[in-house]
């Protein structure tokens, strides 16, 4: 078996019968060739059309097309004609042979095979087909020159003469080729070069002949061995199969050549053909950067074939999804990337892939993890040389992160204008129970002589008128986050009394945890409402595990970086405390989660719930500059998680208001667009010994101030009124008067237009009590100008 092949091709093996198939490929591979199969002549056509191998095995007896047919179509196809054809055949008829040599096969090989005819036969054509892809021009030249030679011997005696003429014949033809070409001995000794040689190893034809150049000399000696192999490989067969090496160039750099070469006759002379791969290896690394670059890219670049096999990955993919390129190459990308319930969002890129060959948009992926991935898609049909699809090349942007924004920001423009609706509503409301609380209040005063069923029902009437301020109020705190009185609060004291009221109230089948860190940091906030923000949080908890489960809080100290920052559109980069109140219950889907600060919004029955729960939870964490994330799936419990901006400081100990005392008969200016407003403020004032001069509008509260400015002590304006605006009218006021003490009113107002009146002294919001009316007025009072 000959074994001194330097280098093993590609062999196409054609039979329809798998144990010759079996057989050859066994032994081809064994002998270190490359081999691909077809079991048909019409399977052959198309892989040698698709990869050209470097031979050909072909059974003359098959199923479809026989291999005369097979050969004949082969070799009409310039993409396959130069292909050496090796028929196979059990029969020895020489019509047959005769007939498959002039269809252009090279060789007969006939069953059964004898194992080392197929090799040698195999080796041989094998090198011809070297020597013919890489010397066929020069040959072709070299053989006419060489029957000059032999006719101007046989009809010349002058041998010096023709040899001469036949010397510059092949000069000019060696001078005219691009490729470097060389005579030399055994011993690496150059005799003769063409130019295009000398340009190549910068090297001129002086040097050449005064012996300087050494083709073994220039060869770096990493390639000592690749050299003994062509030397060997020469003694035998006469010539070398070409291989790439390196020369030293005469400026001492290296440049990569690919040589080939053969014996000229018995003195062991060797033409070598030299060809310069500079610019080959230059595009070679071109490539490698561009690969370089697809790897580079953030983007998941990834090629398909038309079976939907993936065939590249990048390093981009590698990241988006997770899988390494060997985990993902060869596999099923709907079988990798997709849910199979989601194969259906891909109906339509596979049509407008079919008909204009691109196709881009956004699609709902799976990662290594089983977590979905949105990636905007953008999909080209790629075709072969004939036209043909024969892959899809595939870049998708990971926009995950985008798309959950996106969710964030229309769901806060949804609250938000909900939230102006729902301010809007809770003013006009304030403005009704205002006058209704302050008469039911009154009329208790004015009558305490009256029956015990009427002292009753005006008792209801007033507790009933506060509990809708209270409802009003919620509402209030959804739509802005009304601001309490600020201190510094020690979270993990509320916890445990949150904890506590669960104890005695929740049913036992609920377990409660607690996880507090020590050392947890301190908020500044309103306790009264935080309180309320983990009742809240508690109680739909507990309404969530109807069953019993397990209710879990804890709190820890965090620190909110930019990439967090930047996937929650309410939070900023620094310290918080983050509170999270977990349960075990039904948890929600996607459709309910994305509705539940809504307010009113609820899924218990009718009269369990009002739904404003949440969203007061809501409002009351934004107005502590706080946000609020829900994780939540169906069966598998929620988890709300309320992040507060920890503060620097310690707790200090509360004030007790001041006791109330009536007035002195300052004169106090009401001014309200609300007749009803007005005229209770007006009784509840004079009942407890003021003076009170009450105005419908800003206008109106001018001219009345304008006459009465040295007696008036404090005027309560509402904010919201037609014509002119509660801080219109007090900065008017302020200009009449700069030591004016103002009072606002309002039943809704968003907190950053009171910022812009500096010397408004207090607020009131509606509706209010007589003692927190007299209390306000009474602070006003004593305060310093």
Not at 99 to 114: E, H, M, Q, R, S
Not at 300 to 306: S, T
Not at 313 to 337: F, M, P, R, S, T
Not at 747 to 774: H, S
Request: overall charge negative; some cysteine.
């Amino acid at each position: 078996m000959n074994t001194e092949i330097a280098e093993k091709g590609v062999i196409l093996i054609v039979d329809d019968t798998p144990t010759n198939l079996n057989v050859l490929l066994d032994l081809l591979e064994t002998a270190e060739f490359k081999v691909v199969i077809a079991e048909d002549g019409e399977r052959a056509i198309a892989l040698a059309e698709y990869a050209p191998p470097d031979l050909i095995l072909l059974d003359v007896l098959m199923p479809g097309i026989d291999g005369f047919e097979t050969c004949r179509r082969l070799k009409t196809n310039s993409a396959t004609q130069e292909i050496p054809v090796i028929f196979l055949t059990a029969v020895s008829d020489n019509v047959d042979k005769v007939k498959g040599l002039n269809l252009g096969a090279v060789d007969y090989i006939t069953k059964p095979l004898n194992h080392e005819e197929v090799l040698a036969r195999v080796n041989t054509h094998f090198r011809l087909q070297t020597l013919a892809k890489r010397l066929t021009e020069q040959n072709e030249r070299l053989e006419k020159e060489i029957r000059q030679r032999q006719q101007v011997e046989a009809e010349r005696e002058q041998a010096f003469r023709a040899l001469q003429r036949s010397e510059a014949r092949f000069r000019r033809l060696i001078e005219s080729n691009v490729i470097g070409i060389i005579f030399s001995k055994m011993d690496g000794s150059i005799t003769d070069a063409n130019d295009a040689f000398l340009r190549i190893i910068g090297y001129d034809r002086a040097d050449m002949e005064a012996g300087a150049i050494n083709w073994q000399a220039m060869t770096p000696p990493e390639y000592a061995h690749l050299h003994q192999a062509a030397l060997a490989e020469l003694s035998t067969t006469g010539a070398f199969t070409a291989f790439e090496k390196e020369y030293v160039c005469k400026d001492g750099h290296r440049i990569p050549v690919l040589i080939g070469g053969a014996l000229l006759d018995e003195s062991q002379a060797i033409v070598a053909f030299i060809l310069d791969l500079t610019q080959h290896k230059q595009a070679e690394d071109k490539i490698r950067e561009q690969a370089a670059l697809l790897n580079i890219t953030t983007d998941a670049i990834l090629v398909r074939d038309l079976d939907n096999k993936i065939q590249y990955w990048n390093k981009g993919a590698e990241h988006v999804y997770g899988w390494k390129a060997e985990e993902a190459i060869d596999q099923n990308a709907n079988q990798l990337l997709y849910r199979p319930d989601s194969l259906k969002q891909l109906e339509i890129a596979q049509s407008s892939l079919i008909e204009s060959g691109t196709w881009q948009g956004e699609l709902y992926q799976i990662n290594k993890q089983g977590k979905e991935t949105i990636v905007a898609s953008r999909w080209t049909l790629m075709r072969d040389a004939q036209g043909q699809p024969k892959s899809v090349l595939t870049v998708n942007t990971d926009i995950t992160e985008k798309k959950q924004l996106e969710s964030q920001f229309l769901r806060m423009q949804r609250l938000e204008s909900l939230g102006t609706l729902a301010g809007g509503i809770a003013h006009d409301l304030n403005n009704i129970l205002t006058p209704v609380l302050s008469t039911a209040q009154l009329l208790q005063l004015k009558f305490p002589d009256a029956g015990e069923q009427s002292q009753h029902l005006l008792k209801i009437v007033e507790t009933n008128t506060r509990r809708g301020a209270a409802l009003v109020k919620q509402v209030l705190q959804f739509a802005r986050g009304v601001e309490g009185k600020r201190a510094i609060v020690d979270v993990k004291h509320l916890i445990h009394e949150v904890k506590q009221i669960a104890e005695k109230t929740f049913p036992k089948s609920i377990e409660l945890l607690t996880n507090v860190e020590p050392g947890l940091w301190l908020v500044s906030g309103d306790a009264t409402h935080l309180h309320q923000v983990l009742m809240n949080l508690f109680v739909n908890a507990r309404d969530a595990m109807p069953h019993g489960g397990t209710l879990t809080i804890s709190a820890e100290n965090l620190f909110v970086d930019e990439y967090y920052a930047r996937m929650n559109l309410d939070a900023s980069v620094g310290s918080y405390i983050g509170i999270t109140v977990k349960d075990t219950g039904i948890g929600m889907p996607a459709e309910i989660m994305d509705r539940i600060f809504e307010p009113f919004f609820t899924t218990k029955e009718i009269g369990k719930g009002t739904g404003l729960g949440l969203s007061t939870v809501r409002g009351i964490v934004k107005s502590h500059d706080g946000f609020i994330n829900v994780f939540s799936r169906v069966g598998q419990g929620t988890e709300f998680k309320v992040f507060l901006p920890a503060v620097e400081a310690t707790v200090s100990p509360q004030v007790e208001p001041p006791n109330l005392f009536d007035g002195n008969q300052q004169w106090i200016l009401v001014v309200d667009d609300e007749i009803e407003i007005l005229e209770t403020t007006k009784v509840s004032l004079e009942a407890y010994n003021y003076h009170v001069l009450t105005a419908n509008d800003g206008i109106e509260a001018i001219s009345l101030y304008a006459r009465y400015k040295h007696r008036i002590a404090v005027a309560l304006v509402d904010m919201m009124m037609p014509s002119m605006d509660g801080i219109t009218t007090i900065q008017t006021l302020q200009k009449i008067n700069p030591q004016l003490k103002a009072i606002v009113i309002s039943g809704f107002v968003p907190n950053d237009k009171l910022r812009g009146v500096g010397e408004i002294k207090n607020f009131i919001a509606k509706p209010y009590t007589i003692q927190q009316l007299l209390q306000t007025i009474q602070t006003v009072l004593e305060q310093p100008f």
